[in-house]
């Protein structure tokens, strides 16, 4: 980090009590706003311009979503993927593990089963 610049963390990049108060179009603007300034205080140059282009892209993209609930998913998507960067200190979106639908119906495996099917 550069001198005069505190540190951002996951605890002080965002006022919780004042962004619960926004309106939509407000949380945007913010999440806008902390994404850049987390771009500022970033240390690699290439991934603070990672950041910054990647955050005009998104946000451009999603401009004119009008479906509220889709809305406040591209909202928190935004809020996680910048608390995750401050926590992992990697500014590109971590791996997700994706469990099928299928495997969370399937019955566990009996131990006392001896049937010898698989």
């Given at each position: 980090?550069?001198?005069?610049k505190?540190?951002?963390?996951?605890?002080?990049?965002?006022?919780?009590?004042?962004?619960?108060k926004?309106?939509?179009?407000?949380?945007?603007?913010?999440?806008?706003?902390?994404?850049?300034?987390?771009?500022n205080?970033?240390?690699?140059?290439?991934?603070?311009?990672?950041?910054?282009?990647?955050?005009?892209?998104t946000?451009?993209?999603?401009?004119?979503?009008?479906?509220?609930?889709?809305?406040?998913?591209?909202?928190?998507?935004?809020?996680?993927?910048?608390l995750?960067?401050?926590?992992?200190?990697?500014?590109?979106?971590?791996?997700?593990?994706?469990?099928?639908?299928?495997?969370?119906s399937?019955?566990?495996v009996?131990p006392?089963?001896?049937?010898?099917?698989?």
């Open positions: 980090m550069s001198g005069n505190a540190a951002m963390t996951a605890y002080n990049a965002m006022d919780y009590v004042f962004f619960e926004l309106s939509q179009r407000g949380k945007s603007l913010y999440m806008f706003r902390s994404i850049m300034r987390l771009a205080h970033w240390d690699n140059e290439a991934q603070k311009n990672d950041i910054r282009n990647e955050c005009r892209a946000f451009h993209k999603n401009k004119y979503i009008e479906d509220d609930e889709l809305i406040n998913d591209k909202i928190e998507e935004a809020r996680s993927r910048m995750t960067a401050l926590h992992y200190r990697i500014p590109y979106e971590k791996k997700k593990y994706n469990i099928p639908k299928y495997a969370l399937m019955a566990p009996d006392k089963d001896d049937s010898d099917i698989c």
